[in-house]
């Protein structure tokens, strides 16, 4: 079971059907940002999920944004280091809807950049209807500071940062 957590959870986002979210993670009455900062072509790449706001443990991994070089990009769940889990491996198709907003060409839920640093080494991702939260970072390692700034980008969009998890590895 543990092993299939491992697809991290923003294969939720990527996978779940955008009419069946039956909880939500965030206040929806709150106002969601997108970062106007976010920038496709930079952000590609992998990126390592940190934290995430969830109510089951949060499993190390890490996520690939593969950009197109005009308005799509897909998003491609990887295994963490060493597992064996017989993962689905398959990139799901986004196209860019908005600043730091993507939405599926299928029946994924959307994905929303909320904030980026400068130099796109660390970003909180979630979405409007608030079926995730997560911190992601280039590196398994997260400096102090820019985690509590990430945290801090959480909250402001409606999170419940006592509902926010570390890692596992």
């Not at 059907?17 to 590609?44: M, Q």
């Not at 940190?50 to 890490?62: D, E, K, L, Q």
């Not at 939405?103 to 979630?126: F, K, N, Q, S, Y």
Request: proline share 7%.
């Amino acid at each position: 079971m543990k092993r299939v957590a491992a697809a991290l959870l923003l294969a939720i986002a990527a996978c779940a059907p955008s009419g069946e979210v039956s909880s939500t993670l965030r206040d929806v009455s709150v106002p969601i940002t997108s970062s106007t900062r976010f920038d496709a072509a930079r952000f590609a790449g992998d990126w390592h999920l940190v934290a995430a706001i969830s109510p089951f443990a949060v499993p190390a991994g890490a996520t690939r944004f593969s950009f197109d070089g005009m308005e799509r990009i897909s998003v491609q769940t990887l295994p963490a280091e060493g597992d064996t889990a017989d993962l689905d491996g398959r990139p799901v198709p986004y196209r860019l809807s908005g600043p730091g907003q993507m939405t599926a060409l299928g029946a994924a839920l959307p994905i929303w950049v909320l904030w980026v640093d400068e130099d796109h080494r660390t970003a909180v991702i979630g979405n409007p209807q608030g079926s995730f939260g997560q911190i992601i970072n280039r590196t398994p390692a997260l400096r102090a500071d820019r985690f509590r700034a990430a945290a801090e980008v959480l909250k402001f969009n409606g999170y419940d940062l006592r509902e926010l998890k570390a890692v596992t590895p």
